[in-house]
């Protein structure tokens, strides 16, 4: 089993997907369709999946197949960007029936890709299937973003990367993780100042930390020895 995979009960009828790996089975792992599908199944009956997704595509049919069994699932599916969604791991992000995406995530889109040997005639078979199969992976967007298919085609064609504000705002996302909780400001306010940052609001952070006699006294002399030190080497320079 890939080692950036994972597919877990967490209670109280929720599960979550990790998908960190390549999508489809190759030399050094991947998530196949075919063990995705076995691993979904086993989950049973859950109310809502979380879905966490750090990938760079793969596999556009096996990408495919695990898109189209999240949108069928009867769970709530919630889909995390955690890094990048790119190819067709984008596509898996788009089975979420909410899709949050990191502050410092991206999403990137792009045409189907493919390698073709042999004559001219099958050159122009590969050519005629890939134009189709992206064609199916624009929909897949459209229906998701409510973009026109002619925009969505052009991004692709372009291979696109969306930061996280420009995947909202162009509907690849509905919200932002931010990459720092505001609780954890608090907290490095509460540690590092003596008074809170103007953002924090909180009254009780807000207040002021209030030191000892003998702590103030420490603070005043550590800052006296440090104000006489420096005043010595200005004059020896």
Same mark, same amino acid.
């Given at each position: 089993m890939a080692l950036g995979y994972r597919v877990s009960a967490k209670g109280d009828r929720k599960a979550e997907i990790l998908i960190y790996e390549d999508v489809g089975?190759?030399?050094?792992? &991947?998530?196949?369709?075919?063990?995705? %599908?076995?691993? @979904?199944?086993? @989950? &049973?009956?859950?109310?809502?999946?979380? @879905?966490?997704i750090n990938s760079y595509g793969g596999d556009v049919f096996d990408g495919l197949a695990i898109y189209r069994l999240l949108v069928e699932h009867k769970a709530v599916v919630i889909a995390h960007i955690d890094g990048i969604a790119a190819s067709i791991a984008s596509v898996i992000a788009m089975s979420g029936d909410e899709i949050i995406i990191a502050e410092a995530g991206e999403i990137m889109i792009h045409e189907a890709w493919g390698i073709a040997i042999g004559p001219?005639?099958? #050159?122009? %078979?590969?050519? *005629?299937? +890939?134009?189709?199969?992206?064609?199916?992976?624009? *929909?897949? =967007?459209?229906?998701?973003?409510?973009?026109?298919?002619? !925009?969505?085609q052009e991004w692709m064609k372009?291979?696109?990367?969306? !930061?996280?504000?420009? %995947?909202?705002?162009? &509907?690849?996302?509905?919200?932002?993780a931010p990459n720092l909780k505001f609780a954890a400001?608090?907290?490095?306010?509460?540690?590092?100042?003596?008074?809170?940052?103007?953002?924090? $609001?909180?009254?009780?952070?807000?207040?002021?930390?209030? +030191?000892?006699?003998?702590?103030? +006294?420490?603070? #005043?002399?550590?800052? +006296?020895? =440090?104000?006489?030190? $420096? !005043? $010595?080497?200005?004059?020896?320079?």
């Open positions: 089975e190759g030399w050094f792992g &991947g998530v196949s369709a075919k063990q995705f %599908a076995v691993d @979904l199944k086993t @989950l &049973g009956e859950v109310k809502t999946i979380d @879905l966490r001219p005639a099958d #050159m122009r %078979a590969v050519a *005629d299937r +890939l134009e189709a199969v992206s064609a199916s992976i624009a *929909d897949v =967007y459209v229906s998701r973003t409510g973009q026109p298919k002619t !925009q969505i372009a291979e696109t990367t969306f !930061q996280s504000a420009d %995947a909202v705002k162009h &509907g690849f996302a509905q919200s932002i400001r608090q907290e490095l306010s509460r540690l590092h100042w003596r008074r809170a940052p103007p953002h924090a $609001n909180d009254a009780k952070i807000d207040a002021p930390l209030r +030191l000892s006699a003998e702590e103030e +006294l420490k603070r #005043m002399r550590a800052t +006296l020895e =440090y104000a006489r030190i $420096n !005043q $010595n080497r200005g004059a020896g320079s």
